[in-house]
């Protein structure tokens, strides 16, 4: 009784477990982040959220030197932080736009 019931759920349950598979494939190609290389910068000013980087060449998407205002998504990271730190960071691009997922001090 009990083995037939799992039969008749079967074809209820298969396409849940490809959805489930499905899913964690997303969720590997969404967790890229700790495969980012650190970038070099100097902090030049912070304002809320976003901070003013004289930053070194960004690897992970193929940025020049330059300075330019970055939106900070690691909050905890850059309020140990202040204008003149060195630091190293990761940069993405999210919705268009490069925002920084982890900042810290660079020693
Ligand atoms: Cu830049």
């Excluded at 083995?3 to 490809?18: E, K, M």
């Excluded at 004289?54 to 998407?61: D, Y």
Aim: hydrophobic letters at 50%.
């Amino acid at each position: 009784m009990k083995f037939s019931a799992i039969v008749l759920a079967l074809p209820y349950l298969l396409p849940l477990a490809v959805l489930a598979a499905e899913h964690d494939h997303h969720d590997h190609m969404a967790a890229p982040a700790a495969q980012v290389s650190w970038a070099q910068g100097t902090i030049k000013k912070i304002a809320d959220d976003k901070a003013t980087i004289a930053h070194g060449p960004i690897e992970s998407i193929g940025m020049d030197a330059m300075t330019m205002r970055f939106t900070i998504k690691d909050a905890d990271g850059l309020a140990k932080l202040k204008a003149g730190d060195k630091v190293r960071f990761q940069a993405v691009m999210q919705g268009g736009e490069v925002v920084v997922t982890r900042i810290e001090s660079a020693k």
